[in-house]
């Protein structure tokens, strides 16, 4: 089975701290995923990633930076966290096989800035 | 990135009845997906649609992509319980980017 891990299922932070999350998928993967999902506005996309050190940023990156030095694992980094970051966030990876493939999900984290 | 527009946001259903939900853009999609997230879970992957006019069935639950490779739908016959949770359509790009919908969620009244 696929798995996609996250290093945390609950956090709670305080306002301008540096926050890291982490995801590990072992699969072996091309691409890589964060998202963060808040109620009514389904998921948005913050990073992709299709490779190692590659990425693309997605329709809300503003705030946040991402880290991807091993194929298998993804971070996502919150440079001064905010109150408004507070969120579900969720990681997922997929095989690049050109279009469409498959995504897995890791069981996202719940993060509270205070 | 390539925008989806999901209808309705919200659909209560009584058990045993049928509903469709619909995944809209402005432009031809190369393709879509599925998935579906139940309550307190993750995404999950339901299925994947290329060709136009392509249908598909699982089960109860019958996919539909528009000729016009712009549209999408779900439909779901005789509702139950475990159809609880929100659906998401997701087009991909060349390199398998996934964006999301606002999703339809579904309750389910027994």
């Known amino acids: 089975d696929v798995k996609v891990t996250q290093s945390s299922r609950y956090l709670v932070k305080r306002t301008g701290e540096k926050v890291f999350l982490e995801c590990v998928q072992d699969?072996?993967?091309?691409?890589m995923f964060w998202y963060r999902q808040d109620p009514g506005l389904g998921l948005r996309l913050i990073y992709f990633?299709?490779?190692?050190?590659?990425?693309e940023k997605g329709d809300i990156p503003e705030g946040y930076s991402v880290s991807r030095e091993k194929k298998e694992r993804f971070s996502l980094i919150l440079e001064s966290a905010s109150t408004n970051q507070t969120s579900m966030y969720l990681c997922?990876?997929?095989?690049?096989?050109?279009?469409?493939?498959?995504?897995?999900f890791g069981q996202g984290t719940r993060l509270t800035v205070v | 990135g390539q925008q989806v527009m999901q209808i309705p946001q919200y659909q209560h259903v009584q058990e045993g009845e049928d509903f469709t939900t619909y995944c809209n853009s402005s432009?031809?999609?190369?393709?879509i997906q599925w998935y579906k997230q139940r309550p307190g879970g993750h995404p999950v992957f339901l299925i994947q649609?290329?060709?136009?006019?392509e249908v598909k069935k699982q089960k109860r639950l019958t996919f539909q992509f528009g000729e016009a490779k712009k549209n999408s739908s779900l439909h779901i016959t005789a509702t139950q319980t475990t159809d609880v949770g929100t659906y998401f359509c997701?087009?991909?790009?060349?390199?398998?980017?996934?964006?999301f919908g606002a999703g339809t969620q579904v309750v389910v009244t027994p």
């Open positions: 997922a990876s997929s095989f690049s096989q050109g279009m469409g493939t498959e995504a897995f």
């Open positions: 699969m072996d993967h091309e691409n």
């Open positions: 990633s299709y490779d190692v050190k590659m990425k």
């Open positions: 432009t031809t999609l190369s393709n």
């Open positions: 649609l290329v060709k136009s006019g």
């Open positions: 997701a087009p991909t790009d060349s390199w398998g980017k996934l964006q």
